[in-house]
């Protein structure tokens, strides 16, 4: 069974930054595609980041791109997200996700195992 769980959310003035991160249990995490997903109040999950198995492929939303990177350690099974510039319409709840299918890596229904999520809030 392969368990996800997200770290540091919280809340942060427009402009500033947070890292949040994503530890993944089981042995498999190398092979693993990631991906970070929000929701906002009232609105659908949408794709933020993700990240191949060695990082050598990135997409990213264009909402974050040039603002957000993200980033893995495979020796510490743990995926980043270091959220910069952050605006007020970044505040939702930051979910990780492990990439169990072979679509596109923006899409969600492509993803298999999620983490409970943390609240991103960012005030104007």
């Known amino acids: 069974q392969v368990q996800l769980v997200e770290s540091g959310g919280g809340l942060v003035q427009a402009g500033g930054s947070l890292r949040l991160s994503c530890a993944v249990s089981g042995r498999s995490f190398r092979s693993y595609t990631m991906g970070w997903f929000r929701q906002a109040p009232g609105k659908e999950r949408e794709f933020v980041a993700a990240?191949?198995?060695?990082?050598?492929?990135?997409n990213y939303a264009s909402s974050v791109k040039g603002r957000f990177t993200i980033s893995r350690d495979n020796a510490k099974s743990t995926v980043y997200l270091q959220m910069n510039s952050l605006r007020p319409e970044d505040t939702a709840v930051y979910y990780c996700?492990?990439?169990?299918?072979?679509?596109?890596?923006?899409?969600?229904?492509?993803?298999?195992?999620w983490g409970q999520g943390t609240q991103v809030t960012v005030s104007s």
């Open positions: 996700a492990v990439k169990i299918r072979v679509g596109p890596m923006s899409r969600e229904s492509e993803y298999g195992h």
């Open positions: 990240i191949s198995q060695v990082g050598g492929t990135i």
